[in-house]
């Protein structure tokens, strides 16, 4: 049934869009034909006709397959759902739910881990379901009957949701506190599966053009945080790996941000991605600017999978780099790593988890490996081993185990298009290690400035949210700043301007 091509009937406005997003957890396609190309349709091609029937009650979704043969069209299955279903948002949930269900009888494939839940921020439903008065227990029947979730996945998600509450904002404070990211789009190396706008560092005139272009960036940020009278909860520097950057620039850096924004905030993140780009200096200078978290992200501990993805540093600097800083008192130490990763085994995972607990970090981040466009791993995905699914979900159960041996729970997760098993990044910490500005961009309820190349402003409002990109190349962000700036401008004054 894999990869054989579906066709959608019946649905109007909109729902087109949903089945899409079912058929695709299904790896199949699907696409709207007319009544009259039936007949043309080859065969063993499904016909997926989806309708809405007016009853007493409300409206019954119902969904029939049909698929054609060489006899002509054959009946396969339907499903109803009997209840009421006036706009147009149920009905793509409808849709969404009565197809899925559908195509697990007919398909025999196992069920997915998240129902029918395709976004990358599956705790926001829950997050409208507590704001709307609903308990734990209502949302936890509600995800698993009416998404489709599998229990553990709602019980996961819902516990997250309910750790989020006291860092979320309340509606008075959306106009008065915001967070600052500032991305250094610069790596030693440029991992397999990246995708990211990571570049080696160049040369010290284009370097310098590029912090040129940052500070102004961040200085009209800070006229803006000024004008609107806002104060600044978090200040995380990503990327990229900052400490890519020398020790002057690092410190100018640093010291800029301080200026402007840090000496307020009650968070101040710096990514420390690689080992290799920190030393003893390096380490000195986040402990005098005052960061209070680092993330050193090994993704893994097997030095043979280090090498495959591109990495030019060993286990044992992870394990120096950490010790370092764990010398240095800086409150939070994060590590990140991902299951699934190319020529991987569950015992590979073991080990890699093995040694982290060793390390006993504050907090640690299992993303599952996915294939992004643009990565060197989805162009050549064929010239590796990659873990299946299976695999992949028993790795991320054994993340969980250890975070949770370490005394951790997890506090925000995330999920991507083309992860292994349709699965999800999660972020443990200890409790009251959580990273705050982590919460507030995956749950899009604070207003973030964005600075510096690929970076995302987002604007918060009780209406909505609006999202404001700078450019990925960095020729092009220097070169088109004032412009940037200016519409940054436009859009913080829209949602702020008394
Ligand atoms: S460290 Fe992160 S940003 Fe840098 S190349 Fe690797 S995945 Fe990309």
Redesign the pocket.
Known sequence: MKNRRYILRGAGQGEELAVTQVTALFAMSAVAVWSDEISQLPNDTFLIYHHFVPQETGTASICEVFYRTEQGLRYAARRDYADDCTDLRQKRWLVRLNLYHLLIDITGQASNPWGILSGVRPAKLVHRMLDHGSTPATILKSLTQEFALQPEKAQLVTGVALRQRPFLMRPEELTKKVSIYIGI???????L??????YVLPGEEATQAFLTALFADMAAAREALTRYGLSVQTVYIG???PT?LTLTDLEALLAQTVTLFAGEATEFTV?A??PDTLDDAKIRLLVDYGVTRVSV?P?TMQQKTLKL???MHSVQDIICVFGKIRMCNIPVINMDIIAGLPGESVEDMADTLRQIAALKPDSLTVHTLALKRGSRLSESVEAYETPDALVTAEMLSLADQTAKNLGMLPYYLYRQKRMAGNLENIGYSLPGKECIYNIQVIEERQTILGIGPAATTKVVQPCGLTNYYQPKDISTYINTLPNRLQKRNALLAAALAK
Do not use: D, H, K, L
């Open positions: 789009p610069f790596c030693p190396t440029r991992c599966y990246c995708s990211f706008p990571a990327g990229g790996t890519s990514e991605g690689r992200n993704q993805i591109g990495r």
